[in-house]
């Protein structure tokens, strides 16, 4: 299994009024941003725009029925500002475009209704400051995170520090839902975002839930788009898993870094796996 990919993280030490949920916030603001610094349409329509295949800001929002090559990393109930901006495969060329464009969004669109100005402090990639709340920084260093599986370990907990929005059998998961369900959702993203062709997990999971405390959260966040506001909750808390497979161990290293289940460019679905000794 391979996989690149490149985090931004970036430090905003303002202690403005912050939502319980910055995932919805924080997307449209940055997308906002992101179309002014590359749209080079006269119309600024993206329907029908003869630069669509080559756009990013197309690519991330406005193409449809695809799994988006990024991800944000934020918590629910945060303490600050602060967020990560995951880009993977062919999306890695478009950094200096997500730089640019957060810097943007924070400090002239603002954020929030009253579209307040925020300064961002700094950004990092691997430990190394990209932006000092100044000056951009030389990217030529930059080198993107590759894929290292760890020894197989058939135990493990999974701590989803934000919601699964998870489908089975045509439903959102509300409470318990089936193993295979969690893996064949991470399989079904990490082929699409290496760009491979379409096909079912291919294998028998194996493996036992022995212990859950997930609980729904109901979530919601207001769609510009459609002008309405939209369901976006799921399933938070921890599983226990014994006996687990070796393939679906793999994936579930792979989730780690992708999230899981539906609109993960929000933030949902990301979780830390631990061994259980």
Same mark, same amino acid.
């Given at each position: 299994m391979q996989l690149s990919w490149i985090k931004i993280d970036i430090e905003i030490k303002n202690d403005t009024r912050i939502p319980f949920f910055t995932g919805s916030m924080l997307r449209g603001v940055i997308g906002h941003a992101l179309k002014r610094v590359v749209c080079i349409n006269p119309s600024y329509q993206c329907e029908n725009c003869f630069a669509q295949r080559e756009c990013t800001f197309y690519k991330f929002y406005e193409e449809k029925n695809i799994f988006h090559l990024y991800r944000l990393g934020v918590t629910l109930q945060p303490e600050n500002l602060n967020f990560s901006f995951y880009l993977f495969e062919e999306a890695k060329v @478009?950094?200096?475009?997500?730089?640019?464009s957060i810097i943007n969004a924070f400090e002239e669109e603002g954020i929030g209704k009253s579209r307040t100005k925020v300064k961002v402090d700094a950004m990092y990639i691997s430990e190394q400051c990209v932006y000092d709340g100044k000056n951009f920084l030389s990217l030529a260093d930059i080198v993107p995170e590759s894929l290292h599986l760890k020894a197989y370990q058939p135990d493990v907990a999974l701590e989803f520090s934000?919601?699964?929005?998870l489908k089975e059998n045509n439903k959102i998961v509300r409470e318990s839902f089936q193993l295979h369900t969690l893996i064949s959702s991470i399989h079904n993203r990490y082929i699409h975002l290496r760009g491979?062709?379409?096909?079912?997990l291919g294998y028998r999971?194996?493996?036992e839930i022995i212990a859950s @405390?997930?609980?729904y959260v109901d979530m919601q966040r207001y769609s510009n788009r459609s002008q309405t506001r939209m369901k976006i909750g799921g399933v938070k808390g921890?599983?226990?898993i014994k006996g687990l497979d070796m393939k679906s161990y793999e994936y579930l290293q792979?989730?780690?870094?992708?999230?899981a289940g539906k609109q993960t460019v929000f933030g949902l679905g990301a979780y830390t796996l631990k061994e259980i000794r």
């Open positions: @478009s950094l200096p475009y997500v730089m640019r934000m919601p699964l929005r491979e062709e379409n096909t079912s999971v194996e493996g @405390s997930m609980k921890n599983l226990m792979i989730g780690e870094i992708i999230a």
